[in-house]
């Protein structure tokens, strides 16, 4: 076997010498930059991203006191919307659903107008003379104390005054037509059981999640009144379990709060929103739900609401049929009052 001249080796050692500089190996150590910073970077970049999409998803339209609109923030991938004069349709795609291509999603919401007038102590409706707390001193709580038959007495105010309704803009309604002290009233547009802690509610200044929103007025009741947004988007099992969540949450944040579930109002007839007999199902649903759990309690604030054929009763329509006017809300504190005010 012949061996390499030493010319030859010298000239082989030489080319790693010159190789081995350039990968830096020379110190001992990597001269490429420290990867750490950069995927800091790219993470932080990603999660800007991502807030964006979500925020773009959640946001399919401007929600507003006088215009409200129920889309899914959180299972709603794609939503396109064309408005055809006072109307919109949404047409979109979940996300996690192969069982449906398209669901109904409910029209924006214009609230019929209400007069209000300077506050007093006292007014006078159809004979009858009522004394409102400081809270109630606008002309909206007052009538709606006192027609059709569902008149609230000064314990019904008192007992009002302590509780927060949480919800939709359903619920919404309560504090735009000045029925209930902006202060009892936690809602907003497009919110579901499931996915009402993607929202954030108004506390003064600040914007704040659901829970802190509720503790914030410290209420001896808490009623919750929302689901027409859940009922295209969960099965009934799921919104029960939703509810429990959310009812476990705020409980821990309020332990001496008794917490309270409100049936889904019905719709009108001709809506082609849903049906009432989905509606009732959820209602059943709920109700047979809460008897496991002592604490929580159902309210059924739809029987008031519907006609002989299990419907939303005309003159109480929002005008969409899906939505509420100012004289349903008076019977739903009523409701309200009835069962809980014992």
């Given at each position: ?214 503790k914030a007025q410290n209420p001896k009741r808490v009623i919750f009144s929302m689901g027409m947004n ?113």
């Open positions: 076997m012949t061996f390499p001249s030493a010319r030859f080796l010298s000239g082989i050692l030489c080319i790693c010498a010159l190789f081995a500089v350039g990968c830096g190996t020379d110190s001992g150590t990597d001269s490429h930059s420290d990867p750490t910073s950069e995927i800091a970077t790219e993470l932080a970049t990603r999660a800007t991203t991502t807030t964006t999409l979500i925020t773009t998803s959640t946001t399919a339209a401007t929600t507003t006191e006088t215009a409200e609109t129920f889309v899914s923030a959180s299972s709603v991938s794609a939503a396109a919307e064309t408005t055809t004069g006072s109307t919109t349709a949404v047409s979109s795609s979940l996300a996690t659903s192969t069982e449906l291509s398209s669901i109904s999603l409910m029209p924006w919401w214009t609230p019929i107008a209400t007069t209000t007038t300077s506050t007093a102590a006292a007014t006078t409706v159809s004979g009858l003379v009522v004394t409102e707390p400081a809270s109630w001193q606008t002309t909206a709580a007052q009538t709606a104390a006192q027609q059709d038959g569902y008149q609230l007495s000064a314990s019904d105010q008192k007992f009002l005054e302590s509780c927060v309704f949480v919800g939709d803009s359903i619920c919404s309604g309560l504090r735009v037509y000045k029925i209930l002290p902006s202060n009892n009233v936690v809602a907003k547009g497009s919110v579901g059981v499931r996915n009402i802690f993607d929202f954030k509610f108004t506390v003064g200044k600040y914007e704040t999640d659901v829970v802190s929103a509720i859940d009922i295209n988007m969960t099965t009934q099992k799921q919104y029960c379990t939703n509810y429990q969540t959310l009812l476990t949450a705020v409980q821990k944040a309020l332990p001496n709060a008794q917490l309270y579930v409100c049936s889904i109002t019905p719709i009108s007839a001709d809506s082609k929103f849903s049906t009432n007999a989905k509606i009732d199902k959820y209602n059943a649903a709920i109700q047979s739900f809460l008897v496991n759990y002592p604490g929580w309690k159902y309210v059924d604030i739809s029987k008031e609401l519907k006609n002989q054929w299990n419907t939303l009763k005309a003159g109480l329509s929002g005008g969409d049929g899906i939505h509420l006017c100012p004289a349903a809300y008076q019977a739903i504190l009523w409701q309200v009052c009835k069962q809980l005010n014992t």
